[in-house]
């Protein structure tokens, strides 16, 4: 289906625009009808790096059929090192006003900065640490997962152990990474400070276009010849090894890409929120991202990114009004979604058009013969 | 309090009575001694030791006057009395002083020398006590301040000494005392025996002991470094078992966590992510339980806890049942469906608790058996944890029987091992579906019944389990008993053995990165299934 219409690339562009939008109208004074104010101007970024993130989640899943329970390590992770930027932004405007010490730290009786926050007063360091941490760690993780066949519900619950691991590992105050508290209290990014509209509304345009891109390369890579090898290992992996490809390579690639797509995500998420903390790394997220993919329709681009916008805001609502009600909501979708709209609201619209070909067969993994 | 001291000096008094029935003379020692009391610190420290020297049977009253500050002396100098209930009583004599004038006494103080001399003559006076707890502690706390001093009243002791534990604290005591300061007038050989005593006894004292022998002879400084070394070897012998009984807890915990866990798996390959809901809901099924027997026969916690057992395990049975049939009955053939749709039930039921009993904890008593602790050689066991091993091992026995004994277990294996033939054979697949995740559940159930008595029972008790529960079922291999079994207790044994090394969360993420890489060796556990079924 993405052969006959690239609706992703379509997607890309109502994203962008859209978010351009949104962040020239915050721009207008006040006292203007169309102004846009800032509460909204950071939830769309947060939404649409959550989107980010879930495209990552679908291009294992839906193009894959790796089921990831722990992707929210990698954007977690990508969230991190943003925020260790943004750490050493703050200089001497912390607390103790300690010029080569986070605050943090100051507390902890630290003399010297670690040697792995080295560099991170850099903003292009930090950048490439937020895609160069994650895919290192799904490189490795990946090369072993894959390489002895791990698959399945197996996977699913490694990647899981994963995260949970990286949660607990966080969450001490010796890793150096703020402990419990996490990261936050951030001033500014390369000389703009973040409380302003401006640098605001300039963060939600880039954010969407870091989506788009994400959206118009990953369209790239699965029209092309490896994209139809990934599908064939997501559906008949022992038939595409017998003709003689190298599965393991075939998911290890995308399994890597994905990753990175997602710590870009946890980057930009971090400088929008204004806040990363452990709680990132909690099997509850992952799995979080998972249902917004499934909403939308896994196995399609612009599925995901359209489950995690609306799940997101039903989220802002809910909580907002009904907090308590939010749970029962959100397990509802989880199990209505799964029961009856196995394809999502993509899939929803494609069978309303009785469209034949289906993006998706169900089941997962192999196909008996 | 106050009326307790008060009992507590009449009982004095009596004494004090019947002293001066059996000891109608004073001697001269006595006298001095008493003299001692009015004098300076010294002079009453050296009072207390000499009055507990000679026995006198007034010793402890006029020791114990003075600890409680009970003891005054006349404004002139002349004159010991002790404050009773009943007014001042002549510490001399024994005869009440009615009309004596309060302003016209002084208290006797104490200094630190003087307590460490009340101290040591208490611990002189109860090593000749009736009753033989006493006699052991007041060895025990010569033990905590050996001294050569001590050693004629403990040989004094040891001589009629027949109660063995009682023995063996003063055996101790002795050969610490002959190692301490001013002990070298005894023989090597004594001193060599001394030795030998405290290694043979162990433990973190003798060993503290042992290290700081003062001065001494190089044949009991070599004698006493290899006692240290042979004592260090034994401690961490015994601090490997109390890790191996602390492992083997924590594993029968996860074991009965994840067994429920390992059925369902196995026989359906379902992941079923609301267990640990099912868990929570055993735990707030003991509360309920619990609080209704406790309200008919308030003091009664054991009886609650026995009633929940059969209660958790059948409401969480049929909770399960109700599951399969409503929801997981629709996604067979979509494992990770499945996953995604039981998370959200395990939203749904955390918040369906969080609304009815609210989202704090709820107390679930202990009952008496349960609780405290028994020491077993150089390691604790805290009662409530063997009750829970103990209690693992029976649901794991239980499961094994229903599995090989009973028409359901047969179905399920067969099941298990291959559906289609199954069916074929004319096994109802579906009621063999139902019927197994309603015992998962129900294992769950009995899960949540244990866990209630280690751990906080919140709507948030299941997350704490879920993943570990997983590890356990990945680790053991699914669809094999011995293989949870197994699993559970290498984690548990190995989070423990860990945990003095590196940290209790280092530890767990060290478990975990583990069990990470030993799934890339044994993609499918330690025990996998082996056969056709298992490439499906």
């Known amino acids: 289906m993405i052969r006959r219409r690239p609706a992703s690339d379509w997607a890309a562009a109502v994203v962008l625009a859209a978010a351009c939008v949104l962040a020239l109208l915050s721009l207008l004074p006040e006292a203007r009808l169309l102004h846009v104010p800032a509460y909204i101007v950071g939830l769309a970024g947060k939404y649409l790096s959550y989107a980010i993130l879930a495209l990552a989640v679908d291009l294992v899943w839906g193009f894959a059929g790796i089921l990831t329970l722990g992707h929210a390590a990698f954007f977690a992770l990508g969230g991190y090192a943003m925020g260790m930027y943004l750490m050493r932004e703050i200089g001497t405007r912390g607390v103790y006003a300690n010029p080569d010490l986070p605050d943090f730290m100051v507390f902890l009786s630290w003399t010297h900065l670690p040697w792995y926050w080295y560099g991170f007063s850099h903003l292009a360091f930090a950048l490439l640490m937020a895609v160069l941490v994650p895919g290192v760690l799904a490189a490795a993780f990946g090369f072993l997962a894959f390489r002895s066949r791990v698959s399945g519900v197996y996977l699913s619950i490694i990647t899981q152990a994963l995260t949970y691991a990286l949660l607990l590992a966080f969450f001490r105050n010796d890793m150096g990474f703020g402990g419990n508290n996490g990261l936050t209290d951030f001033k500014d990014i390369a000389g703009a400070d973040l409380h302003q509209p401006a640098t605001r509304a300039a963060l939600l345009a880039i954010t969407a276009l870091v989506l788009a891109l994400c959206l118009v390369v990953s369209r790239m890579i699965l029209r092309s010849r490896y994209g139809d090898l990934l599908v064939a290992v997501r559906d008949a992996e022992n038939r595409t090894r017998f003709i003689g490809y190298r599965p393991e390579h075939i998911k290890l690639m995308i399994w890597v890409f994905s990753a990175v797509i997602a710590g870009l995500g946890g980057a930009l998420y971090v400088i929008q929120v204004g806040i990363i903390n452990p709680g990132e790394f909690s099997p509850g997220n992952s799995i979080e991202a998972v249902i917004w993919v499934a909403v939308g329709g896994r196995g399609t681009l612009w599925g995901p990114v359209l489950g995690a916008l609306l799940v997101n805001f039903g989220k802002t609502i809910f909580t907002g009004v009904l907090p308590e009600l939010w749970l029962y909501a959100l397990g509802a979708l989880f199990i209505l979604t799964t029961l009856f709209l196995p394809r999502g609201l993509v899939g929803l619209r494609r069978r309303v058009r009785r469209d034949a070909t289906p993006a998706l067969e169900p089941g997962d993994g192999e196909v008996t013969p | ?536």
């Open chain 2, 1 to 536: 309090m106050g009326n307790t001291r008060h009992t507590w000096w009449r009982v004095c008094l009596v004494l004090l009575l019947l002293g001066a029935l059996f000891a109608p003379g004073m001697s001269r020692a006595d006298d001095k001694a008493l003299l001692g009391l009015r004098g300076g610190y010294d002079d009453i420290a050296a009072a207390v030791t000499s009055l507990a020297d000679h026995h006198d049977p007034r010793a402890r009253v006029l020791i114990d006057a003075l600890r409680h500050g009970a003891l005054y002396k006349a404004s002139d100098g002349n004159g010991l009395y002790i404050e009773t209930d009943h007014g001042f009583v002549d510490a001399a004599t024994n005869a009440a002083a009615p009309g004596l004038d309060p302003d016209a006494l002084e208290k006797i103080r104490q200094n630190n020398n003087v307590r460490v001399a009340v101290a040591g003559a208490l611990a002189l006076l109860d090593l000749a006590a009736p009753d033989a707890a006493t006699r052991r502690a007041a060895a025990a706390a010569m033990l905590d301040h050996p001294d050569a001093a001590l050693l004629p009243a403990l040989d004094h002791a040891l001589a009629s000494e027949h109660d063995p534990a009682a023995r063996r604290a003063m055996v101790l005591a002795r050969a610490a005392s002959l190692l301490s300061v001013g002990a070298s007038g005894h023989g090597v050989p004594e001193q060599l025996a001394a030795v030998a005593a405290l290694r043979a006894a162990g433990g973190a004292q003798a060993r503290a002991i042992l290290l700081n022998i003062p001065a001494a002879p190089p044949a009991v400084r070599a004698a006493a470094a290899e006692a240290v070394h042979a004592i260090d070897r034994e401690l961490q012998l015994w601090s490997l078992a109390q890790g191996l009984f602390y492992g083997v807890s924590l594993g029968s915990v996860l074991l009965i966590a994840a067994l429920g866990l390992a059925i369902t798996f196995g026989v359906m390959g379902v992941i079923n992510m609301a267990h640990g809901e099912l868990m929570m809901i055993g735990a707030y099924v003991t509360y309920v339980v619990q609080h209704a027997t406790m309200s008919v026969l308030p003091g009664d916690a054991g009886l609650g806890l026995a009633l929940a057992v059969p209660a958790a395990f059948l409401v969480c049975g049929a909770l399960g049942i109700g599951i399969e049939r409503g929801l997981i009955r629709f996604l067979y053939g979509r494992p990770l469906e499945t996953l995604l749709a039981t998370w959200g039930l395990s939203l749904v039921l955390q918040q369906a608790v969080r609304s009815l009993f609210g989202p704090s904890n709820v107390a679930v008593v202990t009952p008496a058996f349960m609780s405290g602790a028994a020491r077993l050689g150089g390691i604790d066991i805290t009662l409530n944890r063997l009750v829970i091993i103990v209690f693992a091992a029976l649901v794991m026995l239980a499961l094994t029987v229903v599995l090989r004994v009973t028409p359901l277990g047969l179905q399920m294996r067969a099941v298990t091992q291959n559906r289609r033939m199954a069916s074929l054979m004319g096994i109802r697949t579906s009621r063999v579906d139902a019927l197994t995740f309603g015992l998962g559940s129900g294992v769950a159930g009995l899960a949540g019944v244990a866990v209630s008595q280690i751990d906080n029972v919140s709507p948030n008790l299941g997350q704490g389990y879920i993943i570990d529960s997983f590890m356990v079922v990945v680790f053991g291999g699914v669809g094999n008993l011995w293989g949870t079994l197994a699993g559970a207790m290498s984690l548990g044994v190995a989070n423990k053995i860990l945990e003095p090394l590196a940290g209790a969360v280092l530890a767990k993420i060290l478990v975990l990165v583990l069990i990470i890489l030993f799934i890339q060796r044994r993609p499918r556990g330690l025990f996998p299934l082996r056969g056709r079924a298992v490439e499906s």
